[in-house]
């Protein structure tokens, strides 16, 4: 993991360490938010940014800090497995909610290009929306595009379509997608990512 003495910091901004956090401090306000690490189950090493005085500037001071952490973290979990993915466990202490997520690497420089977040238990557009909240502030930090995958409209697997919401780099509207169609444009995104060719991707008419 990156450590703190090697973070590019903006003038009057520390670093310090405290057990499995990062404490981000302005020299005038004091801590102004950080850093958070955990473990999944399956032994990796997850970064969950905070903020404790919410305004613009210590936003994206939290975010320049947490994207230097987040691009060392995940260009180390690409060399060492081609996909990352998180999967719920059988078992979970009580209160706590295990979302399934996915990365997704360009097949040329293991950067990551996209990340999914599988939430199939939200089946309206209101509750989609209220998840995408829990994820600002990641959704903030991220350099790549992210997707809520929300409930099918259909338990036959051939037609059904998900709620879908885009949440990085902006968010955007609740929409209907078949899981073939995320694919071409995920597998468009990897041909894409090393040629300089990135577009901005299609908008959805919002579902209420």
């Not at 090493?45 to 936003?59: E, F, G, R, V």
């Not at 952490?69 to 979990?77: E, F, G, R, S, V």
């Not at 059988?90 to 996209?114: K, T």
Request: glycine share 4%; charged share 20%; hydrophobic share 40%.
């Amino acid at each position: 993991m990156t450590s703190a003495k090697k973070l590019s910091l903006p003038p009057g901004i520390t670093v310090s360490r405290q057990d499995k956090t990062y404490v981000i401090s302005h020299i005038n306000m004091g801590e102004i938010g950080g850093v958070t690490l955990s473990e999944t189950t399956h032994g990796d090493t997850q970064l969950q940014p905070y903020l404790t005085i919410d305004t613009a500037d210590n936003k994206a001071v939290i975010a320049f800090i947490a994207q230097q952490m987040t691009d060392a973290l995940i260009m180390d979990n690409a060399l060492h497995s081609p996909q990352r993915s998180a999967v719920r466990p059988e078992h979970l202490p009580e209160g706590v909610q295990a979302i399934e997520s996915q990365l997704f690497p360009c097949s040329q420089c293991n950067e990551i290009i996209a990340r999914l977040i599988f939430v199939t238990e939200i089946n309206t557009a209101r509750e989609l929306h209220e998840m995408a909240n829990k994820f600002e502030l990641e959704a903030f930090v991220s350099t790549y595009p992210i997707w809520l995958i929300g409930a099918p409209d259909s338990d036959d697997d051939n037609i059904a379509k998900h709620l879908t919401l885009q949440i990085a780099p902006a968010k955007g509207d609740v929409y209907y997608e078949h899981p073939d169609i995320m694919n071409i444009r995920l597998i468009k995104l990897d041909l894409e990512h090393c040629q300089g060719n990135d577009k901005p991707l299609q908008t959805h008419k919002d579902l209420h």
